[in-house]
């Protein structure tokens, strides 16, 4: 069974400049997450989608970050303008049902913002 | 405002002793409680697990105990190999508390 893909694996970039980050699900998970982990924290949800749904995004900084899962199965998350308080690795995460804390994740985006 | 804390951000032990690995939370509608764990460069993989009705749940060699009345968990891990050694992370959800995790404990095996 394929995981969670996600790409690019690194990305740097300077401050104000814009980022994508994408993610493939497993397949037949309708529930799909992205988090943010700063160095030395545990993972922050940024956005939960339930099929092609918004669930959850309380946390999301809407201001500058921006996701979508149009299909309902892959996910972009977008930073415009990225901010050196960015700095994390995104992670993405599926599961098959909700509520299921059983996450699967991918391998995350190391993003660095100079 | 940490709702879930790891108050050891490293842990070292001997190859075949017990690694004991703690988590406290505060929010007492917290009802199912997750360790995960995390190699460098990947992303963490769901470990063991516990819901409040029980005070202890057994994997192998993986054991996670819940203390409700102190608001702790612990993931007991016997006994311990070198290929233990990675980052966990206690991870907690309940009423309409999404998943929220700790900052994560470091454990090294040593041969």
């Known amino acids: 069974e394929a995981g969670v893909a996600q790409s690019p694996r690194y990305k740097i970039i300077e401050k104000r400049q814009s980022v994508a980050f994408w993610c493939n699900p497993i397949?037949?998970?309708?529930?799909l997450y992205w988090y943010q982990q700063i160095l030395g924290q545990g993972p922050k949800l940024l956005i939960q989608?339930?099929?092609?749904?918004?669930?959850?995004d309380s946390q999301l900084p809407k201001d500058r970050f921006s996701a979508e899962r149009l299909k309902g199965v892959d996910s972009t998350l977008k930073i415009q303008p990225a901010k050196l308080e960015d700095s994390a690795v995104y992670l993405c995460?599926?599961?098959?049902?909700?509520?299921?804390?059983?996450?699967?994740f991918g391998s995350g985006t190391q993003l660095s913002v100079l | 405002d940490q709702q879930v804390k790891q108050n050891s951000p490293s842990l070292s032990v001997q190859e075949g002793r017990i690694s004991i690995l703690n988590c406290d939370y505060t929010n007492s509608m917290f009802d199912y409680f997750l360790w995960y764990k995390k190699y460098p460069a990947e992303g963490p993989t769901f470990l063991i697990s516990?819901?409040?009705?029980?005070d202890k749940n057994e994997d192998g060699r993986f054991t996670v105990f819940l203390n409700k009345s102190a608001k702790h968990l612990s993931l007991h891990i016997v006994p311990s190999q070198p290929g233990d050694s990675a980052v966990y992370f206690c991870a907690a959800s309940g009423g309409a508390q999404k998943l929220v995790f700790g900052q994560g404990t470091r454990l090294t095996i040593n041969p």
């Open positions: 397949s037949g998970h309708a529930t």
């Open positions: 995460a599926s599961s098959f049902r909700q509520p299921n804390e059983k996450l699967f």
């Open positions: 989608f339930q099929n092609n749904g918004v669930v959850d």
């Open positions: 516990i819901s409040s009705i029980k």
